[in-house]
């Protein structure tokens, strides 16, 4: 996932202007509501540059070189018009919209749906008659809580991780798909723990929480999950900050391109 303010990378390793990235939101759902669909909504976004993007400074995927390669040993060449269309993927989230309003019992669908999303319904849920407990009612300062918002998965390939973008993508996808919700809950774990010690994983996890903690994420109770009010800080002012952040960000890269140019230009000379 994203990195912590102390392993930020060298902007000069960003492979593209950030503010070329662009953000596709899907939502797929049977005509006949076979999944709960309308209780359980699974929104898709994912970060992407657009084709008229070069390439050129982002290295194929393993996949696709492990391919070549073997076509290499196979024919004695590679077609030269193969690419690699992975290098376009920056990012992947899938966030859960929890609708009180569908047609199934919302804890229920959670419970059902995977372990994690069964983790955080116990964390917030009163399971008979199904309502949100008191105590998750008072850290969020309301009583009348709608709709929730999971943030359930969020990974950014490699080249793309240590300059702070996970919360610029996820702090847009809040703005867009919290309308109606009263609050977004993260569980901040590594998405593939497997091969890290126990200390890599207390440290990975600890990165996880303070990226979201940038957004307004905080704590919640004694579990390991974080929660962020809607009404605490309002999305849309939220994504404001945000956006200056990136601008900030694509002119930094920009200066560090134009410098690289520079010394570059001068080696030749
Ligand atoms: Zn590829």
């Not at 662009?22 to 006949?32: F, K």
């Not at 105590?135 to 309301?142: H, K, M, P, W």
């Not at 109606?180 to 497997?194: E, K, L």
């Not at 002119?251 to 134009?258: H, T, V």
Request: aromatic content about 8%.
């Amino acid at each position: 996932m994203t990195a912590t303010a102390a392993d930020k990378r060298d902007i000069a390793e960003l492979p593209c202007d950030p503010d070329d990235i662009l953000l596709s939101y899907a939502l797929e759902a049977s005509l006949g509501n076979h999944e709960y669909e309308d209780t359980l909504e699974k929104w898709r976004v994912t970060a992407h540059l657009g084709e008229d993007v070069g390439m050129d400074d982002i290295p194929p995927c393993d996949a696709c070189t492990a391919k070549w390669q073997a076509a290499y040993d196979a024919d004695g060449y590679v077609d030269e018009d193969e690419r690699c269309p992975h290098r376009l993927v920056v990012g992947e989230f899938e966030l859960v919209k929890v609708r009180w309003s569908g047609s199934q019992n919302p804890y229920w669908a959670m419970r059902e749906e995977s372990q994690s999303l069964s983790g955080i319904a116990e964390a917030i849920f009163i399971e008979e008659p199904t309502d949100y407990t008191e105590e998750f009612r008072e850290q969020i300062g309301d009583e009348d809580i709608d709709d929730l918002l999971v943030l359930y998965k969020a990974e950014l390939a490699d080249v793309w991780r240590g300059f702070g973008l996970g919360p610029m993508i996820v702090a847009d996808a809040l703005r867009r798909l919290s309308p109606g919700c009263g609050a977004v809950m993260v569980h901040p774990t590594p998405i593939d723990a497997s091969g890290m010690t126990k200390d890599q994983w207390i440290r990975a996890r600890e990165g996880l929480r303070e990226t979201w903690a940038r957004i307004g994420f905080v704590p919640y109770a004694r579990t390991p999950y974080m929660i962020y009010a809607t009404k605490w800080a309002d999305p849309q002012i939220q994504q404001v900050a945000v956006r200056e952040e990136l601008e900030d960000l694509s002119a930094e890269w920009r200066a560090a391109r134009a410098a690289a140019r520079v010394s570059q230009s001068g080696l030749n000379s």
